[in-house]
C-alpha cells in the first residue's frame, strides 16, 4: 500500500484539560490525488469566548452537527492510522492531546512542523504558522491551491490553516534537504521531530532576555532548582538546562 500523508488541524472550545475539538480538519496526500476532510463536530464542553475570539466558531454552529467521534472525518482517520502513513501537524502535541480525548491513539509517524521549524530556523523570531504564513510569502500561493482543492481561505480555521499547513511543509523539506543532504527529508523531520530543541535563551522570568550559558555561569543554583522544583517544565527547557549545567 502506497504511503500517506495527513496534514492536519484541529480547532476546539479552548486550551485546557476539559475542552475538546469541535472542527477536525486535514488532507490526504496520495500517490496521484489529493482528499479533503472538515467538519464541525458537536461537543458537551461551552466554547470559551477566548476561543470563540480566535477561530470564530459559534455554538449555532455547531447545532446538528456530530460528536467528533461520529463523524466521517474521524472515521476516515481512524482508517488511515497506522504505521506506514505519516501525521502532519503544527504543534502536533496539541492536537494529538484533543485527539486521544476522542479516543485516538497515533500509530503513525508524526512530523510536527513547528519542532521541525525550530530546529532548522532556530533565529526566527517567531514560529506560528500565521508568521510563516506572512514571512514565507505562502499567502501569495494559497489562493491557487485553495481553488484547486476547493477549500475556503480563513485565517485560524482547520482546513485553512491545513492548506498554509501543506505549503510550510513544501518548504521546510526543501530546507531540510538542503541542511541534510543525502538523507531522506521526510524521515529526517520524522526524526527532528522527535529530537530535543535547544534553547538559548529565556522568553520568560526574572531572567528573561539572558542565555542559558549566561545564567548558567551567575546563577546555576536557580537552573538547579528549575528542574527540582517546576513540576510542568518545558522537555526541551530541561534538556537545555541539563545540558548548559554539564558543561
Avoid at 526566527?124 to 505562502?138: D, V
Avoid at 490553516?161 to 524521515?187: M, Y
Avoid at 527540582?228 to 549545567?245: A, H, P, W
Wanted: net charge negative.
Amino acid at each position: 500500500m502506497a504511503k500517506k500523508y495527513i496534514i492536519l488541524d484541529t480547532e476546539t472550545t479552548g486550551t485546557g484539560e476539559q475542552d475538546r475539538v469541535i472542527q477536525l480538519g486535514f488532507m490526504v496526500l496520495g500517490a496521484k490525488e489529493v482528499e479533503v476532510y472538515n467538519e464541525y463536530c458537536a461537543c458537551d464542553v461551552p466554547i470559551s469566548f477566548g476561543a470563540m475570539e480566535t477561530h470564530g466558531i459559534t455554538p449555532e454552529m455547531l447545532e446538528g452537527k456530530p460528536a467528533c467521534k461520529e463523524s466521517s472525518a474521524y472515521k476516515k482517520l481512524l482508517e488511515l492510522n497506522s504505521n506506514e502513513n505519516y501525521l502532519i501537524i503544527h504543534n502536533a502535541k496539541f492536537d494529538i492531546e484533543m485527539l486521544k480525548k476522542e479516543g485516538f491513539v497515533p500509530q503513525m509517524q508524526v512530523i510536527d512542523t513547528l519542532r521541525v521549524a525550530k530546529h532548522l530556523l532556530p533565529d526566527e523570531e517567531a514560529h506560528r504558522l500565521q508568521y510563516f504564513r506572512y514571512k514565507m510569502e505562502l499567502y501569495k500561493e494559497e489562493k491557487k491551491e485553495a481553488d484547486l482543492l476547493g477549500i475556503e481561505i480563513k485565517a485560524h480555521d482547520a482546513i485553512g490553516d491545513v492548506l498554509v499547513l501543506k505549503l510550510l511543509l513544501s518548504r521546510l523539506k526543501e530546507l531540510t534537504t538542503a541542511q541534510f543532504q543525502g538523507k531522506n527529508p521526510v524521515t529526517k523531520m520524522v526524526e527532528l521531530t522527535a529530537t530535543p530543541i535547544l534553547i538559548k535563551s529565556f522568553n520568560f522570568g526574572k531572567y528573561k532576555g539572558k542565555t542559558l550559558e549566561e545564567v548558567a555561569s551567575s546563577d546555576a543554583a536557580y537552573l538547579r532548582w528549575m528542574l527540582s522544583s517546576m513540576e510542568k517544565i518545558d522537555e526541551d527547557l530541561k534538556y537545555s538546562i541539563n545540558r548548559v549545567l554539564s558543561v
